[in-house]
C-alpha cells in the first residue's frame, strides 16, 4: 500500500495493462498503413503496360503536350479520317485529340517533346497496335513555312503552288492511309512493333511496302467514294507537278488522280522540305525516322505496281530518279543552318556568314568556325544562325538588289525599292552609293561582286533614256562608269567586227568578263571580253571560230553559258550546250580562236536516267542554264533548272552533282576559298558547301 506523496511504480499489473491497450492500437494502425501502402503498390505495379500508357497519354493531352491542332484543323482531320475510314468499309469511330477511350481508332497529334510516351520521333507518324491508336508530328500540319516560301520567292506563279496549298493535305491523307494499313495488315503480329528497335530489316520494308500499298488503294477507294458522295470535293488534281497539264482530258477519273496527287505532293514536298527551318531536312534518318526521300520513293514504286498510263510511269520514273539525285546530294559533306526567321539574303562576311531575314528586317550570323571545322569531317552538319542587333522594321518580301560585304567589316544592302542600307556591327543606317546622275538605285539596278568579302564591285543600271551602264566600285566609293554603248564601241575597234551585245559571265576582283554578241537578228555568241574593274576598259577581247551547231537558241536565261577559267595564266572558255550522248547531255565545249570547238564534257540529265525518254517528258522537264558562277579561277557553278546544280573543273575536265533538285527560285552567293551558299527566299535553311564538298 502507498504512502501519501509515494509514485506508482512501472511495473505491475495496472500499468502493464494500459501499455498492453497501447500496442494493440499501434499495432492496428501499422496493419492499416501497411495494408494502404501494399493496395498501393498493387494498383501501381499490377496495373498492365498498356493501362500506364494509356495514362500518359490522357495525361500528356491534358497537359498540351499531345494535341496542338487549331479547332479548324482538327475538325477537318476527323472529317477526312472518318470519310477514309467509311469508303474502305471499316468499322470502326474515330476521335482526333480526344481522352482515350477504347473500342474507336484514336488519332494524336504529336511533338517531339511526347516521344518517351508516344515513341513517334519528329516528322514521322506510326499506329501503335497496343493502343490501337495513330500518332502523327504535328508538323506535318504547319503551313506556315511553305507560305513563307511562297511569298517570298515568287514561286506562287509555277506550277501546283496554289494559296491553298494543297500538297500538305494530301501529304497528310496518305501518311494517315498507310498507319490504316498497318492497323489492318499487321495489327496482330508479334513481330510489327513500330517503336521497338533491331526488328528484322527485311520484314521492315515488307510491312513498310504492304502499307503502302494499302494507302494508294485507300485513296483511289476514298477518292471514288468521294466523287460519288460530294462530286469529287478532294480537288482538281496536282497535274502542273508532274508534268502533265497538257496530255489528259480534264475528267481523268479517282485512279489517275490519286497517282498524280500523290507523286506531285511527294516531288513537291522533297523539294520545299530543304528549305524549311525544321530539324528534320529530307536528309534526316534514325532509328525511329527513315528519310522522307526513302518514304517518297516506297510511295513511288507502290504506284508503279500498278498498270498506268505510259506517260505517268515515264514522268512518275522521272521523278523517283530525282529524289535518287537528292538522297545523293545529302551523302555530302554540307553545313544546314537553321535560321529563326524567312531568309531573304546572304553574305560571306569576315569570319562570318551574315544572313538577312525577310523584309531586311533583320540580320542573322554563324560563325566560319562552326561551318568550316565541320566540313572537313564526313557527312553534313546542323547549326542555328543567331540574331546580329536589334530588329529593324520590316519592308517588301522581296529579292534584294545586292548584298555586298567588305573585308573591314561593314556591309551594303540595296533592297527592291532602291533603298541603300550600311550596316556597320549591328547598326543599321541609311546609305548612298555613289552613282552617276542620273542614275539610281532603282529600277534596272543591280549589285554584284567577287567571291565575299570583297573591296569591289560591280553595278548595272540604265539611265532615263533606258541606256544600259556599268559603274565600279571600291569600298562603296565609285571608280568607274560607262555605258554600254560606249563599251560597244571600243570592243568593235578592238575586234574589227561590230559587237551589240554583251553579258557577264564572271566577276573576279580586278576583273569583269563578258561574253559577246554580235548584230544579228538572233544574236549569236562570237567572242568574249574582258573589263578592268577598276576603269572598265577592255584589257583583252577574244573572237571565237564557232560551229553553226553551237550558234542555236538554246532556251537558256542566258543567251549565252560561258564558263571562264584561269589556268597557269591562261584563260579557258567553254560554252554550256545539250546533246545527246545516249541520252540528253550538257556538254561543255572547249572555245579557241582558231579552231572549232572541242567537246571535254557531258554530264547526263536526269531525264537521261528514264528508260525511255520522250519528247513530253522533255517538254515537261526541259533543262536550262539559269545562271553560272566563277567559284575559283578553275571550278564553275552551273545552275541548271529542272535538273541540277553542277560543279564544273576546269582542270580535270569535268562535271560533278553538288545540289539537286534545282527547280525555280534558289540563291547561291560565293564566298572566298571556294565557299557558296544556297537558299530559297523565304526557307529558313541555308546549305554551306566547300569548294570540294
Known amino acids: 500500500m502507498l504512502q501519501r506523496g509515494e509514485r506508482r511504480s512501472n511495473s505491475g499489473p495496472c500499468w502493464a495493462g494500459s501499455r498492453g491497450d497501447n500496442v494493440k492500437r499501434l499495432y492496428w494502425r501499422l496493419c492499416g498503413g501497411l495494408l494502404v501502402l501494399g493496395l498501393v503498390a498493387w494498383l501501381v505495379f499490377d496495373s498492365s503496360p498498356r493501362d500506364r500508357r494509356i495514362q500518359q497519354v490522357n495525361r500528356a493531352l491534358k497537359n498540351h503536350v499531345l494535341g496542338k491542332l487549331s479547332a479548324a484543323q482538327k475538325k477537318h482531320l476527323e472529317s477526312t479520317a472518318s470519310e477514309m475510314i467509311q469508303a474502305l468499309g471499316i468499322a470502326v469511330r474515330v476521335a482526333v485529340d480526344e481522352p482515350y477511350q477504347t473500342g474507336r481508332l484514336n488519332i494524336y497529334t504529336t511533338s517531339p517533346y511526347a516521344m518517351s510516351t508516344t515513341h513517334c520521333g519528329a516528322g514521322n507518324a506510326l499506329y501503335d497496335p497496343m493502343l490501337d491508336a495513330i500518332f502523327i508530328d504535328e508538323q506535318f500540319f504547319a503551313d506556315e513555312g511553305y507560305r513563307n516560301i511562297y511569298e517570298a520567292s515568287g514561286y506562287g506563279a509555277v506550277v501546283s503552288f496554289k494559296d491553298d496549298l494543297v500538297f500538305p493535305d494530301i501529304f497528310v491523307r496518305f501518311i494517315i492511309l498507310h498507319e490504316l494499313g498497318h492497323r489492318q495488315l499487321h495489327r496482330n503480329i508479334q513481330l510489327y512493333r513500330p517503336h521497338v528497335s533491331g526488328a528484322p530489316p527485311n520484314l521492315v520494308r515488307r510491312y513498310e511496302t504492304e502499307a503502302d500499298r494499302f494507302a494508294v488503294q485507300g485513296m483511289q477507294r476514298f477518292y471514288s467514294f468521294d466523287k460519288a458522295h460530294h462530286g469529287g470535293i478532294v480537288g482538281e488534281p496536282l497535274r502542273d507537278a508532274v508534268g502533265i497539264s497538257e496530255f489528259f482530258d480534264h475528267d481523268i477519273g479517282p485512279a489517275n488522280q490519286v497517282y498524280i496527287d500523290l507523286i506531285g505532293t511527294l516531288f513537291m514536298m522533297a523539294d520545299y522540305n530543304l528549305y524549311l527551318g525544321t530539324p528534320y531536312s529530307p536528309f534526316f534518318e534514325d532509328s525511329n525516322h527513315p528519310t522522307f526521300l526513302d518514304r517518297a520513293k516506297g510511295a513511288i514504286d507502290a504506284v508503279l505496281e500498278n498498270d498506268i498510263h505510259p506517260k505517268l510511269a515515264a514522268n512518275f520514273q522521272f521523278l523517283k530518279e530525282s529524289l535518287n539525285r537528292e538522297a545523293g546530294v545529302g551523302t555530302r559533306r554540307f553545313t544546314e543552318i537553321i535560321?529563326?526567321?524567312?531568309?531573304q539574303d546572304a553574305s560571306f562576311g569576315v569570319g562570318e556568314l551574315l544572313i538577312s531575314g525577310v523584309g531586311n528586317s533583320q540580320l542573322f550570323s554563324v560563325n566560319e568556325d562552326e561551318f568550316t571545322k565541320k566540313q572537313r569531317s564526313d557527312g553534313n552538319h546542323l547549326v542555328h544562325a543567331v540574331p546580329k542587333g536589334a530588329p529593324s522594321p520590316a519592308g517588301a518580301n522581296r529579292k534584294n538588289l545586292g548584298f555586298w560585304t567588305l573585308p573591314?567589316?561593314?556591309?551594303?544592302?540595296?533592297?527592291?525599292?532602291?533603298?541603300?542600307?550600311?550596316?556597320?556591327?549591328?547598326?543599321?543606317?541609311?546609305?548612298?552609293?555613289?552613282l552617276p546622275k542620273p542614275l539610281t538605285t532603282r529600277g534596272c539596278f543591280h549589285l554584284v561582286s567577287p567571291p565575299q568579302p570583297t573591296d569591289v564591285a560591280l553595278a548595272?543600271?540604265?539611265?532615263?533614256?533606258?541606256?544600259?551602264w556599268f559603274i565600279s566600285f571600291n569600298r562603296f566609293q565609285r571608280t568607274a562608269s560607262r555605258s554600254h554603248p560606249e563599251i560597244f564601241q571600243e570592243l568593235t575597234a578592238r575586234l574589227g567586227r561590230p559587237v551589240d551585245g554583251m553579258t557577264v559571265v564572271a566577276l573576279d576582283e580586278s576583273g569583269v568578263y563578258l561574253a559577246l554578241a554580235g548584230p544579228d537578228k538572233n544574236p549569236t555568241l562570237i567572242g568574249s571580253a574582258r573589263l578592268s574593274l577598276s576603269s572598265l576598259r577592255v584589257e583583252e577581247a577574244t573572237l571565237f571560230k564557232l560551229d553553226p551547231v553551237l550558234q542555236r537558241d538554246n532556251g537558256s536565261d542566258l543567251v549565252w553559258p560561258l564558263l571562264i577559267a584561269r589556268v597557269a595564266a591562261r584563260e579557258h572558255s567553254f560554252v554550256l550546250r545539250s546533246r545527246d550522248v545516249g541520252g540528253p547531255a550538257l556538254t561543255a565545249w572547249e572555245l579557241f580562236p582558231n579552231d572549232l570547238p572541242r567537246a571535254v564534257s557531258d554530264a547526263s540529265l536526269l531525264v537521261s536516267k528514264v528508260g525511255q525518254v520522250t519528247p513530253d517528258l522533255i517538254a515537261d522537264f526541259d533543262p536550262y542554264v539559269v545562271k553560272t558562277w566563277m567559284l575559283t579561277a578553275t571550278l564553275s557553278l552551273v545552275y541548271l533548272a529542272n535538273d541540277s546544280l553542277y560543279l564544273f573543273d576546269s582542270t580535270t575536265k569535268r562535271f560533278e552533282i553538288v545540289f539537286h533538285p534545282t527547280f525555280e527560285g534558289i540563291q547561291v552567293r560565293l564566298g572566298q576559298q571556294g565557299r557558296w551558299?544556297?537558299?530559297?527566299?523565304?526557307?529558313s535553311r541555308v546549305f554551306v558547301f566547300g569548294s570540294q564538298s
Open 339 to 343: 535560321v529563326p526567321a524567312p531568309v
Open 408 to 434: 573591314d567589316r561593314r556591309a551594303l544592302l540595296v533592297d527592291d525599292d532602291g533603298d541603300a542600307w550600311e550596316y556597320v556591327g549591328d547598326r543599321r543606317t541609311h546609305s548612298n552609293l555613289d
Open 460 to 468: 548595272s543600271a540604265c539611265d532615263s533614256k533606258f541606256v544600259d
Open 677 to 683: 551558299a544556297l537558299f530559297m527566299p523565304g526557307g
